[in-house]
Nanobody, 125 residues
Framework: QMQLVESGGGLVQAGDSLRLSCAAS????????LAWFRQAAGKEREFVAA????????DYADSVKGRFTISRDNAEKAVYLQMNSLKPEDTAVYYC??????????????????WGQGTQVTVYS
């Protein structure tokens, strides 16, 4: 059974960049949509970005458009989130998630059955 493990979080200053990685083990990522969500303290989990099985389609939350870029490498069984121009409001635990089928993107938390454990991103001003 595929497991997802995030890495790359940290403490950064506003305006800095971070690259999050999510590696899959125990299976292939090829058939799945891969996505990033985040959850700030005291708030609900929210959609950040998603990418289709072949990388041909992407979707972003309005709050991160133009600053964040999602990408994937099926050979490496990984999905990435490049985060530029970080803001304090980007502070959250970031989770990667997968869903099937791989050509239908979704921003809904409940449509993703598999999740990683999360990685903390903290942005200070």
């Amino acid at each position: 059974q595929m497991q997802l493990v995030e890495s790359g979080g940290g403490l950064v200053q506003a305006g800095d960049s971070l690259r999050l990685s999510c590696a899959a083990s125990g299976g292939t990522t090829s058939p799945y949509v891969l996505a990033w969500f985040r959850q700030a303290a005291g708030k609900e989990r929210e959609f950040v970005a998603a990418i289709s099985w072949n990388g041909g389609q992407t979707d972003y939350a309005d709050s991160v458009k133009g600053r964040f870029t999602i990408s994937r490498d099926n050979a490496e069984k990984a999905v990435y989130l490049q985060m530029n121009s970080l803001k304090p409001e980007d502070t959250a635990v970031y989770y990667c998630a997968s869903r099937f089928p791989g050509h239908i993107l979704s921003s809904r938390v409940y449509e993703y059955p598999r999740w990683g454990q999360g990685t903390q991103v903290t942005v200070y001003s």
